[in-house]
């Protein structure tokens, strides 16, 4: 069983900072990925940003490069997402992910097996 630990969420006006943090707790990824996903009100659930956790070779969706950061902690089961210069578009539930089939590449974002219960993020103009 175990359980994907989210915080971290808020709201804030445009330009400003947030920083997500997950923890798998109580389980071991069966993938050697770990990141997040985003769901807006009124969209399909997007991939955002992911982790190769033993290699530390990071991935993202075009619309937040240059903006966020994706991290793990020492112990690799803790991610965190640093996302900077917020805009009202990114405003989502955002949740952290683990286990998937086939890790996300190049355009490709398979949806994940394990989700957390979400943190949400708003932001304002």
């Known amino acids: 069983q175990g359980q994907l630990v989210e915080s971290g969420g808020g709201s804030v006006q445009a330009g400003g900072s947030l920083r997500l943090s997950c923890e798998a707790s109580?389980?071991?990824?069966?993938?050697?990925?770990m990141g997040w996903f985003r769901q807006a009100p009124g969209k399909e659930r997007e991939g955002v940003a992911i982790?190769?956790?033993?290699?530390?070779?990071?991935h993202y969706t075009d619309p937040v490069k240059g903006r966020f950061t994706i991290s793990q902690g020492n112990t690799k089961n803790t991610v965190y997402l640093q996302m900077n210069s917020l805009k009202p578009d990114d405003t989502a539930m955002y949740y952290c992910?683990?286990?998937?089939?086939?890790?996300?590449?190049?355009?490709?974002?398979?949806?994940?097996?394990?989700w957390g219960q979400g943190t949400q993020v708003t932001v304002s103009s």
């Open positions: 992910v683990t286990d998937f089939h086939v890790c996300p590449y190049g355009t490709l974002w398979p949806l994940p097996t394990r």
């Open positions: 982790i190769y956790t033993r290699a530390g070779v990071t």
């Open positions: 109580g389980f071991t990824p069966s993938s050697n990925c």
